[in-house]
Antibody, heavy 122, light 110 residues
């Protein structure tokens, strides 16, 4: 059974960097799926943040153009986890952050973490 | 990359059918047969209900069906049940390894 679990600080100060990790169990992140970050501001819709996909010996990353200048997604295959960093956060970045697995070739997200709320506030 | 357009709310009585639309552009919905639909109950993670426009994952009731015409995709739920009350989101591949979601539709079972 594939499981994803987000972790990280629940409170981040404005202008600082938001850092989250997604631990994956039941499947190797090196074995051919996209690994996504998606967020949902309180009471609002879903927004794709970015993805990482292992091609050969390294991971290729893809980002939402609206967030690209502030986002970095990386992987740690030894720990079977991937991470999100979002710099220069503002209150608009307050959201539930989800990690998810994306199917290559069909492009749907079949497994999701439970989500973690990150609040940006001083 | 703008969000796909969905009605904010839809409703129906038990056993009736409802359809939720999802309108994009030729760069996303109209350009690819990679539309998926997700159900989200309050406080829960989204759950995949439809992928590749009209395919159902194992375990999803056949009351849920999907279709697409031009730049608009649709999710139809027939034989509405109380447990179908939730938010529904469409998502489309938008090329160059990017994805766009709809704004979400709240389904109320009357």
């Amino acid at each position: 059974q594939v499981q994803l679990q987000e972790s990280g600080p629940g409170l981040v100060k404005p202008s600082e960097t938001l850092s989250l990790t997604c631990a994956v169990s039941g499947y190797s992140i090196s074995s051919g799926y996209y690994w996504d970050w998606i967020r949902q501001p309180p009471g609002k819709g879903l927004e794709w943040i970015g993805s990482i996909y292992r091609r050969g010996s390294s991971g290729s990353t893809y980002y939402n153009p609206s967030l690209k200048s502030r986002v970095t997604i990386s992987e740690d295959t030894s720990k079977n986890q991937f991470s999100l960093k979002l710099t220069s956060v503002t209150a608009a970045d307050t959201a539930v952050y989800y990690c998810a697995r994306g199917k290559i070739g069909n492009y749907y997200k079949d497994y999701w973490g439970q989500g973690t709320l990150v609040t940006v506030s001083s | 990359q703008s969000a796909l357009t969905q009605p904010r709310s839809v409703s129906g009585s038990p056993e009736q059918s409802v359809t939720i639309s999802c309108t994009g552009t030729s760069s996303d919905v109209g350009g690819y047969n990679y539309v998926s639909w997700y159900q989200q109950h309050p406080g829960k993670a989204p759950k995949l209900m439809i992928y590749d426009v009209s395919k159902r994952p194992s375990g999803v009731p056949d009351r849920f069906s999907g279709s697409k015409s031009g730049n608009t995709a649709s999710l139809t739920i027939s034989g509405l049940q109380a447990e179908d009350e939730a938010d529904y989101y469409c998502c489309s591949y938008a090329g160059s390894y990017s994805w766009v979601f709809g704004g979400g539709s709240k389904l109320t079972v009357l």
